[in-house]
């Protein structure tokens, strides 16, 4: 496979180096502000039922037109 980027993985007992496609999308995670919530914005909210009440636990939003990744 040519163009793809090489992960190394670590775990116990081993390491492994995987090829990943030049059309999949890396992404990371990291802190943000309410600002990144704006009209349009695509967003993935994790939410838990709490005395009859779903309260969000964590909310990822996608920057520049890109969608969180599940």
């Known amino acids: 496979m040519r163009g793809g980027q090489q992960l190394r993985l670590t775990y116990k007992g081993g390491e492994k180096t995987v090829i990943v496609p030049p059309d999949v999308p ?15 914005a695509k967003v993935l909210v994790n939410a838990q039922e ?10 990822t939003a996608g920057r520049n037109g890109f969608a969180p990744p599940m």
């Open 26 to 40: 890396v992404v990371t995670f990291r802190p943000g502000t309410e600002s990144l919530l704006v009209p349009g």
């Open 50 to 59: 709490r005395n009859g009440t779903s309260t969000a636990l964590r909310v």
